[in-house]
């Protein structure tokens, strides 16, 4: 049974920054699996965030956190990586990593139907 775990969400200030991990059990992210970060505001939709091509490290940011989040993969750990930066109050949501056969990030990230396996969430809150 393949699984996700995410963890690392929590309370912090505008400016500040978080890292949320994603460890996947029951697959072996470099046998060829896309994963992605997506997020859920209050009363909105599940938006992509960031997602990378495990095999080969490409990844793909959604415009409004360029250059503020990042994500990164440890294959021999089984884990994907959310580094997030300059966090404002707008960044407020629950985050879910998602686990796709789809390898090419832009397109994981611009399709909330393409993961197969989520995982349960971590709550990431912003205070202005």
């Known amino acids: 049974e393949v699984q996700l775990v995410e963890s690392g969400g929590g309370l912090v200030q505008a400016g500040g920054s978080l890292r949320l991990s994603c460890v996947a059990s029951?697959?072996?992210?470099?046998?060829?699996?896309?994963v992605g970060w997506f997020r859920q505001a209050p009363g909105k939709e599940r938006e992509g965030v960031s997602c990378i091509s495990s095999p080969d490290g490409s990844t793909y940011d959604s415009d409004s956190m360029k250059g503020r989040f990042a994500i990164s993969s440890d294959n021999a750990k089984n884990t994907v990586y959310l580094e997030m930066n300059n966090l404002e109050p707008e960044d407020t949501a629950v985050y879910y990593c998602?686990?796709?056969?789809?390898?090419?990030?832009?397109?994981?990230?611009?399709?909330?139907?393409?993961?197969?396996?989520w995982g349960q969430g971590t709550l990431v809150t912003v205070s202005s």
């Open positions: 998602g686990v796709t056969a789809v390898r090419i990030p832009r397109f994981i990230c611009k399709d909330v139907r393409y993961p197969e396996v």
């Open positions: 029951g697959l072996a992210l470099d046998d060829g699996w896309g």
